[in-house]
């Protein structure tokens, strides 16, 4: 693998504790060619507050605002929007 993006797809329903520790863990990457995509799937928390301070702070991040689908349909939503070559699913509170 040469300079192919990777799309890393996070869904996240209530996560805003551990998003930031799971975006910069991404970000940490030795991998610089990295899309982040934050899927908000009805989170009734401050998690989309969160995800839009982390988009300030990292512009390579991108956000989906949806209604609560459920993980499946908001991986889907965040899997449509991936430029990448390769995708990963990491859930709001990996590491």
Known sequence: MSNELISVVIPC???????PLTVESVIASSYQA????????????DSLFVAEQLKSKYPGIHII???????SKARNAGMRMAQGEY?????????
Do not use: C, H
Request: charged share 20%; glycine share 12%.
């Open 13 to 19: 329903f209530n996560q805003a504790t551990y998003l």
């Open 87 to 95: 995708i990963l699913p990491l859930d709001g509170d990996d590491l």
């Open 65 to 71: 605002d949806q209604p609560n689908g459920g993980v």
């Open 34 to 45: 990295i899309e982040i995509i934050i899927v908000n799937d009805g989170s009734t928390d």
